[in-house]
């Protein structure tokens, strides 16, 4: 998020609820503060009172299209950036979105993490935010922008589940993360199951990070995992 005191409100404008109410509460976990419209004339309405420092848009809205309510947000003189939500994928769609005052367009389904590191690259480019995008421990690197991972320079595919766990990790290097910590901030919309996950993930991860270089995640016994470099190795 932005490094100033006040908080970057997000208006997210999709006609399914609950999708809707699931990315705003994404979007509250990482500190922002958000406001939810069903429809293109709710969006115009909320704006105007809210005013947000952006706008998470779906294209297929109940009323008409999330790019004519752009098209129409521009023409009032409101220039908050656009994230458009859509199942389209195909190029002119993109061009279109892009094309009425767009920032950026994200394909249906998606990720929460890949929609966060979206909104967050689109806010450092539109509001010049010096925030970080990326994070490093040792020779790891994540770029939040690009989506990526490397290590000693070299590129680490990683799913999107990988992805999330991998950057709390690395967010908190350092700090001992209990298993129940990480299930709740990786796992807590789209899962309900036990702690036994977290285990697996992060053997996963062993399995990726630690073929390219000296183990950097550690089991603390009866606790947790950390991200600390060493040189030994205890899975």
Known sequence: MSVTDTPIKILVVDDERYLADLVATALRYEGFETGVAGSGREALERVETMRPDLIVL??????????????????LGHDAPVVFLTAKDATEDKIAGLTVGGDDYVTKPFSLEELVARVRAVLRRTRHDEGPSRLTVADLEID???????????????????????????????????????LDHVWEYDFGGNDGVVQTYISYLRRKLHAT???????????????RPRRGHKD
């Not at 779906?58 to 023409?75: A, I, K």
């Not at 000693?152 to 700090?175: H, M, Q, S, W």
């Not at 270089?213 to 991200?227: A, E």
Request: charged share 30%; aromatic share 6%.
């Open 58 to 75: 779906d294209v297929m809205l109940p009323d008409g299209s999330g790019l004519d309510t752009c098209r129409e947000l521009r023409e």
């Open 213 to 227: 270089g000296p183990p950097l995640i550690q089991t603390v016994p009866r606790v947790g995992y950390v991200v």
């Open 144 to 182: 939040e922008d690009a989506y990526e991972v490397r290590r000693n320079g070299e590129p680490i595919d990683l799913t999107p589940t990988e992805f999330k766990l991998l950057r709390y990790l690395v967010a908190n290097a350092g700090r001992v993360l209990t298993k129940r910590q990480i």
